[in-house]
T-cell receptor
Framework: QQKVQQSPESLSVPEGGMASFNCTSSDRNFQYFWWYRQHSGEGPKALMSIFSDGDKKEGRFTAHLNKASLHVSLHIRDSQPSDSALYFCAARMNYGGSGNKLIFGTGTLLSVKP | ETAVFQTPNYHVTQVGNEVSFNCKQTLGHDTMYWYKQDSKKLLKIMFSYNNKQLIVNETVPRRFSPQSSDKAHLNLRIKSVEPEDSAVYLC????????????FGPGTRLTVL
């Protein structure tokens, strides 16, 4: 069974602090990763993607991918109360048969305290 | 406004009834999806359509059936709902079958009594 595990399950950081999420996949065919964010009562929204080893930075968000260890992480600096949401890692296979089938992780609930 | 729209927002029904959920996207995308998000917030794909053609059909009970009239619409029908069907059903779309980013609607929350 394809699985994408996330940690921690929940996280609380003070406003202005750093929030970090981890994601580990169980299948080396997972080559493409996305981070999605879901605010309460809304659908998930894509934050950023990472397909190559190393770091990718977009504003306050930095993603890191290590394909050898099947590990991807997301870091949010200067966290804001509006960042409080459920964060998902999503992985996609590297072969055409699966097309755009995303496997979503178990999610991390972030709470940013003012 | 270009987005993914879902109706209804909420639906409460009794075991054994039939329900239908609607999804429309105005993004001009070719591919649409249905996901189920359970009480633990786990997201699992159910179906995927590309240009009205079913391309992904995960292992879901046969009482679930997707319906696509055109590439902008993808509905979900559940015949004879069960208590375990209580969940949020999310519709999404992407530019095409190999595009990476998926755009989600706000979801339909189903409660089966």
């Amino acid at each position: 069974q394809q699985k994408v595990q996330q940690s921690p399950e929940s996280l609380s950081v003070p406003e202005g602090g750093m929030a970090s999420f981890n994601c580990t996949s169980s299948d080396r065919n997972f080559q493409y990763f996305w981070w999605y964010r879901q605010h309460s009562g809304e659908g998930p929204k894509a934050l950023m993607s990472i397909f190559s080893d190393g770091d990718k930075k977009e504003g306050r968000f930095t993603a890191h991918l290590n394909k050898a260890s099947l590990h991807v992480s997301l870091h949010i600096r200067d966290s804001q109360p509006s960042d409080s949401a459920l964060y998902f890692c999503a992985a996609r296979m590297n072969y055409g048969g699966s097309g755009n089938k995303l496997i979503f992780g178990t999610g991390t609930l972030l709470s940013v305290k003012p | 406004e270009t987005a993914v729209f879902q109706t209804p927002n909420y639906h409460v029904t009794q075991v054994g009834n039939e329900v239908s959920f609607n999804c429309k996207q105005t993004l001009g995308h070719d591919t649409m999806y249905w996901y189920k998000q359970d009480s633990k917030k786990l997201l699992k794909i159910m179906f995927s359509y590309n240009n009205k053609q079913l391309i992904v059909n995960e292992t879901v009970p046969r009482r679930f059936s997707p319906q696509s009239s055109d590439k902008a619409h993808l509905n979900l029908r559940i015949k004879s709902v069960e208590p375990e069907d209580s969940a949020v059903y999310l519709c999404a779309s992407s530019q095409d079958w190999v595009s990476y980013e998926q755009y989600f609607g706000p979801g339909t929350r189903l409660t089966v009594l």
